[in-house]
Protein backbone atom coordinates (compact mmCIF):
# COMPACT_ATOMS: atom_id res chain seq x y z
CA UNK A 1 0.00 0.00 0.00
CA UNK A 2 1.22 3.45 -0.78
CA UNK A 3 1.92 5.75 1.78
CA UNK A 4 -0.79 8.81 1.31
CA UNK A 5 -1.41 11.88 3.58
CA UNK A 6 -3.99 14.59 3.10
CA UNK A 7 -2.77 18.07 4.61
CA UNK A 8 -5.56 20.43 2.63
CA UNK A 9 -9.03 19.95 4.50
CA UNK A 10 -11.04 22.68 6.20
CA UNK A 11 -13.61 21.71 9.11
CA UNK A 12 -16.33 24.17 10.54
CA UNK A 13 -13.42 26.21 12.35
CA UNK A 14 -12.99 27.77 8.46
CA UNK A 15 -15.71 27.13 5.56
CA UNK A 16 -15.91 23.08 5.85
CA UNK A 17 -19.33 21.86 6.10
CA UNK A 18 -18.23 19.40 8.92
CA UNK A 19 -16.50 19.09 12.64
CA UNK A 20 -12.99 17.45 12.11
CA UNK A 21 -14.53 14.23 14.10
CA UNK A 22 -16.25 13.62 10.58
CA UNK A 23 -13.73 13.42 8.45
CA UNK A 24 -11.16 10.37 10.67
CA UNK A 25 -13.12 7.24 8.90
CA UNK A 26 -13.34 8.00 5.29
CA UNK A 27 -9.72 9.54 5.98
CA UNK A 28 -9.06 5.52 7.49
CA UNK A 29 -11.55 4.42 4.58
CA UNK A 30 -9.35 6.44 1.77
CA UNK A 31 -6.68 4.51 2.99
CA UNK A 32 -4.25 7.66 3.99
CA UNK A 33 -1.57 6.85 6.42
CA UNK A 34 -1.78 10.59 7.88
CA UNK A 35 -4.41 14.07 6.97
CA UNK A 36 -3.72 17.50 8.16
CA UNK A 37 -6.58 20.47 9.04
CA UNK A 38 -5.40 23.82 7.66
CA UNK A 39 -8.05 25.74 8.26
CA UNK A 40 -7.96 29.57 6.34
CA UNK A 41 -6.02 32.38 8.20
CA UNK A 42 -6.42 35.80 6.17
CA UNK A 43 -4.84 38.10 8.52
CA UNK A 44 -4.52 41.93 7.17
CA UNK A 45 -8.70 41.42 5.83
CA UNK A 46 -11.47 42.25 7.16
CA UNK A 47 -12.86 38.67 8.21
CA UNK A 48 -15.17 37.05 5.78
CA UNK A 49 -17.38 33.71 5.73
CA UNK A 50 -14.45 31.72 4.52
CA UNK A 51 -11.98 32.53 7.39
CA UNK A 52 -11.31 30.90 10.39
CA UNK A 53 -11.60 34.11 13.00
CA UNK A 54 -8.09 34.34 14.40
CA UNK A 55 -9.77 34.25 18.05
CA UNK A 56 -10.59 30.74 17.47
CA UNK A 57 -6.89 29.49 16.33
CA UNK A 58 -5.92 28.65 19.84
CA UNK A 59 -9.27 26.34 20.18
CA UNK A 60 -8.65 24.92 16.89
CA UNK A 61 -5.10 23.98 17.77
CA UNK A 62 -6.06 22.46 20.82
CA UNK A 63 -8.73 20.50 19.21
CA UNK A 64 -6.80 19.07 16.74
CA UNK A 65 -4.09 17.94 19.16
CA UNK A 66 -7.43 16.42 21.19
CA UNK A 67 -8.32 14.29 18.04
CA UNK A 68 -4.85 13.82 17.38
CA UNK A 69 -4.60 12.19 21.29
CA UNK A 70 -7.89 10.29 20.71
CA UNK A 71 -7.30 8.77 17.43
CA UNK A 72 -5.77 5.61 16.57
CA UNK A 73 -5.13 3.87 12.85
CA UNK A 74 -4.49 7.58 11.60
CA UNK A 75 -1.60 10.35 12.17
CA UNK A 76 -3.48 13.58 12.35
CA UNK A 77 -1.61 16.80 11.62
CA UNK A 78 -2.37 20.95 12.33
CA UNK A 79 -2.01 23.26 9.60
CA UNK A 80 -2.96 26.15 8.61
CA UNK A 81 -3.91 27.75 5.00
CA UNK A 82 -2.42 31.48 5.22
CA UNK A 83 -2.83 33.99 2.49
CA UNK A 84 -0.15 35.51 1.12
CA UNK A 85 0.38 39.24 1.02
CA UNK A 86 3.48 41.17 -0.32
CA UNK A 87 4.75 43.74 2.15
CA UNK A 88 3.75 41.80 5.11
CA UNK A 89 5.84 39.41 5.49
CA UNK A 90 7.58 40.15 8.27
CA UNK A 91 4.28 40.35 10.70
CA UNK A 92 3.04 37.43 9.33
CA UNK A 93 6.06 35.43 9.98
CA UNK A 94 6.26 36.73 13.40
CA UNK A 95 2.17 35.40 14.46
CA UNK A 96 3.01 31.70 12.63
CA UNK A 97 6.24 31.70 14.62
CA UNK A 98 4.06 31.72 18.17
CA UNK A 99 1.79 28.85 16.26
CA UNK A 100 2.85 24.87 17.10
CA UNK A 101 2.26 23.50 13.52
CA UNK A 102 3.36 20.60 11.57
CA UNK A 103 3.20 22.69 8.06
CA UNK A 104 1.76 25.97 6.86
CA UNK A 105 -0.04 26.17 3.35
CA UNK A 106 0.57 29.64 1.71
CA UNK A 107 -1.80 30.47 -0.85
CA UNK A 108 -2.59 33.46 -3.10
CA UNK A 109 -6.47 33.63 -3.44
CA UNK A 110 -6.41 38.08 -3.31
CA UNK A 111 -5.61 39.67 -6.49
CA UNK A 112 -6.36 42.95 -5.28
CA UNK A 113 -9.38 43.54 -3.37
CA UNK A 114 -11.02 40.64 -4.70
CA UNK A 115 -10.27 36.76 -4.80
CA UNK A 116 -9.98 35.21 -7.92
CA UNK A 117 -12.09 32.51 -6.89
CA UNK A 118 -14.91 34.93 -6.13
CA UNK A 119 -16.76 34.12 -9.30
CA UNK A 120 -16.44 34.55 -13.07
CA UNK A 121 -17.12 38.04 -13.47
CA UNK A 122 -13.64 38.66 -12.03
CA UNK A 123 -12.33 37.63 -14.91
CA UNK A 124 -14.85 39.50 -17.52
CA UNK A 125 -13.03 42.97 -19.24
CA UNK A 126 -9.57 41.67 -18.33
CA UNK A 127 -6.27 40.95 -20.16
CA UNK A 128 -6.19 36.79 -19.16
CA UNK A 129 -2.73 37.02 -19.91
CA UNK A 130 -2.14 39.52 -17.35
CA UNK A 131 -4.10 38.17 -15.22
CA UNK A 132 -1.76 34.68 -14.66
CA UNK A 133 1.40 37.20 -14.74
CA UNK A 134 0.47 38.71 -11.45
CA UNK A 135 -0.74 35.76 -10.19
CA UNK A 136 1.89 33.62 -10.99
CA UNK A 137 4.26 36.63 -9.92
CA UNK A 138 2.71 36.63 -6.09
CA UNK A 139 2.54 32.83 -6.05
CA UNK A 140 6.39 33.23 -6.56
CA UNK A 141 6.85 35.80 -4.09
CA UNK A 142 5.27 33.84 -1.72
CA UNK A 143 7.15 30.95 -2.00
CA UNK A 144 10.49 32.91 -1.66
CA UNK A 145 8.74 34.18 1.57
CA UNK A 146 10.24 31.90 3.74
CA UNK A 147 6.56 31.26 5.57
CA UNK A 148 5.41 28.50 4.17
CA UNK A 149 5.94 24.55 3.72
CA UNK A 150 3.41 23.96 1.07
CA UNK A 151 2.18 26.19 -1.70
CA UNK A 152 -1.37 25.33 -2.23
CA UNK A 153 -3.09 25.07 -6.06
CA UNK A 154 -0.01 27.42 -7.51
CA UNK A 155 -2.23 28.11 -10.63
CA UNK A 156 -5.71 28.87 -9.08
CA UNK A 157 -6.33 31.47 -11.61
CA UNK A 158 -7.44 28.28 -14.01
CA UNK A 159 -10.33 28.21 -11.69
CA UNK A 160 -12.72 29.17 -14.28
CA UNK A 161 -11.26 28.10 -17.74
CA UNK A 162 -10.46 31.26 -18.66
CA UNK A 163 -7.27 30.65 -20.98
CA UNK A 164 -4.37 32.83 -21.82
CA UNK A 165 -3.25 33.53 -25.38
CA UNK A 166 0.64 33.17 -24.87
CA UNK A 167 2.26 30.09 -23.76
CA UNK A 168 2.63 29.83 -20.03
CA UNK A 169 5.71 27.36 -19.65
CA UNK A 170 7.64 30.46 -18.70
CA UNK A 171 5.56 30.87 -16.11
CA UNK A 172 5.28 27.55 -15.06
CA UNK A 173 9.93 26.82 -14.93
CA UNK A 174 10.14 30.23 -12.98
CA UNK A 175 7.71 29.48 -10.19
CA UNK A 176 9.01 25.80 -10.66
CA UNK A 177 12.50 26.93 -9.84
CA UNK A 178 11.63 29.61 -7.05
CA UNK A 179 10.32 26.91 -4.89
CA UNK A 180 13.04 24.69 -5.60
CA UNK A 181 15.82 27.78 -4.43
CA UNK A 182 13.21 28.12 -2.12
CA UNK A 183 12.73 24.91 -0.48
CA UNK A 184 8.98 24.92 -0.98
CA UNK A 185 6.73 21.75 -1.66
CA UNK A 186 3.80 22.46 -4.14
CA UNK A 187 0.80 20.59 -4.29
CA UNK A 188 -1.86 18.54 -6.69
CA UNK A 189 -4.86 19.81 -5.63
CA UNK A 190 -7.53 17.35 -6.77
CA UNK A 191 -10.30 19.94 -5.81
CA UNK A 192 -9.96 21.62 -8.56
CA UNK A 193 -11.87 18.64 -10.32
CA UNK A 194 -15.24 20.07 -8.65
CA UNK A 195 -14.93 23.54 -9.71
CA UNK A 196 -15.65 24.97 -13.56
CA UNK A 197 -12.11 24.48 -14.43
CA UNK A 198 -13.10 20.21 -13.74
CA UNK A 199 -9.21 19.17 -13.80
CA UNK A 200 -6.21 19.14 -10.82
CA UNK A 201 -4.10 22.02 -9.85
CA UNK A 202 -1.33 22.52 -11.40
CA UNK A 203 -2.19 22.56 -15.03
CA UNK A 204 -1.18 18.64 -15.82
CA UNK A 205 0.79 19.81 -19.01
CA UNK A 206 3.09 21.46 -16.98
CA UNK A 207 3.83 18.82 -13.92
CA UNK A 208 6.90 17.67 -15.57
CA UNK A 209 8.82 20.87 -14.95
CA UNK A 210 7.90 20.70 -11.13
CA UNK A 211 9.73 17.55 -12.00
CA UNK A 212 12.50 18.23 -13.93
CA UNK A 213 13.28 20.79 -11.48
CA UNK A 214 12.69 18.57 -8.36
CA UNK A 215 10.36 20.55 -5.95
CA UNK A 216 9.14 17.96 -3.38
CA UNK A 217 4.95 17.34 -3.87
CA UNK A 218 2.36 16.05 -1.90
CA UNK A 219 -1.01 15.37 -3.18
CA UNK A 220 -3.89 17.18 -1.38
CA UNK A 221 -8.09 17.49 -1.89
CA UNK A 222 -8.50 20.90 -0.43
CA UNK A 223 -11.77 19.12 0.99
CA UNK A 224 -14.35 20.88 2.73
CA UNK A 225 -16.31 18.05 3.12
CA UNK A 226 -15.91 14.52 5.07
CA UNK A 227 -16.84 12.84 1.31
CA UNK A 228 -14.31 14.56 -0.45
CA UNK A 229 -11.00 13.59 2.02
CA UNK A 230 -8.47 11.68 -0.71
CA UNK A 231 -10.35 12.31 -3.67
CA UNK A 232 -9.19 11.19 -7.12
CA UNK A 233 -6.09 10.32 -5.37
CA UNK A 234 -5.49 7.15 -7.19
CA UNK A 235 -5.16 9.41 -10.19
CA UNK A 236 -3.13 12.09 -9.20
CA UNK A 237 -0.57 9.47 -7.83
CA UNK A 238 -0.92 7.72 -11.12
CA UNK A 239 0.24 11.19 -13.14
CA UNK A 240 2.63 11.97 -10.63
CA UNK A 241 4.51 8.27 -11.47
CA UNK A 242 3.73 9.14 -15.11
CA UNK A 243 6.54 11.94 -14.61
CA UNK A 244 8.61 10.75 -12.99
CA UNK A 245 7.77 11.08 -9.65
CA UNK A 246 8.82 8.86 -6.87
CA UNK A 247 8.44 10.18 -3.54
CA UNK A 248 6.38 13.20 -1.72
CA UNK A 249 6.90 15.17 1.37
CA UNK A 250 5.28 14.20 4.81
CA UNK A 251 5.91 17.30 7.92
CA UNK A 252 6.02 17.42 11.37
CA UNK A 253 6.51 20.51 13.52
CA UNK A 254 7.24 22.29 10.33
CA UNK A 255 9.54 19.45 9.48
CA UNK A 256 9.42 18.17 5.78
CA UNK A 257 10.36 14.64 5.29
CA UNK A 258 10.64 12.62 1.81
CA UNK A 259 8.28 8.97 1.79
CA UNK A 260 8.83 6.88 -1.06
CA UNK A 261 5.52 5.99 -2.88
ZN1 LIG B 1 -7.23 27.85 -1.06
ZN1 LIG C 1 -8.11 25.21 0.93
Same mark, same amino acid.
Given at each position: ???? +???H?H???SD??? =????????? =??????????S?HLTLFK??EDWN???? $??????? !??????????????????EVDFFA???? *???????? @??????IGSVHYLGEKTVDVG??F????????L??AY??SV %??A?????? &??IGHCDLI?I????? =????? !????? @?????? +?? $??????N?N?? $?R?????Y? &????????? *?????? %?? $??D? !??????????? *??????????? +????????????????
Amino acid at each position: MIYK +TDYHMHSRYSDGRS =IPEDYIAPA =IAAGLSEIGFSEHLTLFKDLEDWNMNPV $NISPYIN !HIENLRKNTKNIIIRTGLEVDFFAGKEA *ETKEYLSL @LPLDYVIGSVHYLGEKTVDVGPEFYEGKSIDRLFEAYFDSV %CAAAASGLF &DIIGHCDLIRIYGYKP =ISDQE !HLYRK @LAKTMK +TH $NVAFEVNTNGR $NRPLADFYP &DRKFLHIFR *EENVPV %CV $NSDA !HMPSRVGQYFD *EAYELLRYVGF +TEMAVFENRVRKMVSF
